[in-house]
């Protein structure tokens, strides 16, 4: 029976793009960095003699989202962003403050977003989604 909600796994196309957005913009924490290979990961994800980056950073609530870049696989790298309705889209989302200054920082470094930081219509937030380096979406509420 489920306990709690675990980690968040992001296939990615360049490790070092999204450590950088995800360690160094939104201040995740570095808590391990590896290579994956070997029998047992190959029997996990049902693929033979892959090797992958793995970083696994932790939020200040101890959510961990785990980035994973394979070594060699070809990759299918996403070119433009999915449409937000189409099915299998997903998106992560952060609780942030001050989420005027984070986006402001966010753009300065060239994050592309959906919109500003907008006042919601039937919660006393603000909020606004940005794109990861991999179009992933990544949604901040304050």
């Excluded at 793995?54 to 996403?78: G, Q, R, W």
């Excluded at 300065?108 to 909020?127: E, I, M, Q, R, Y």
Aim: hydrophobic fraction near 35%; charge should be positive; proline fraction near 4%.
């Amino acid at each position: 029976m489920l306990k709690k909600y675990r980690h968040t796994g992001l296939i990615v196309s360049d490790i070092s793009k999204s450590r950088k957005f995800y360690c160094e913009l939104l201040n995740l924490k570095i808590i391990q960095n590896f290579v994956e290979e070997g029998d047992y990961f190959n029997k996990l994800i049902k693929e033979k003699k892959l090797k992958a980056k793995v970083i696994k950073a932790i939020s200040p609530d101890h959510v961990y989202v785990e980035l994973i870049e394979f070594i060699n696989a070809k990759k299918n790298k996403i070119k433009k962003p999915k449409r937000f309705y189409n099915v299998g889209t997903l998106h992560l989302c952060f609780t942030v403050k001050k989420i005027g200054r984070l986006y402001k920082k966010l753009k300065k470094n060239k994050v592309k977003f959906l919109s500003p930081p907008l006042k919601s219509d039937f919660d006393p937030v603000k909020t606004c989604f940005c794109y990861d380096p991999d179009f992933n979406l990544v949604q901040f509420v304050e």
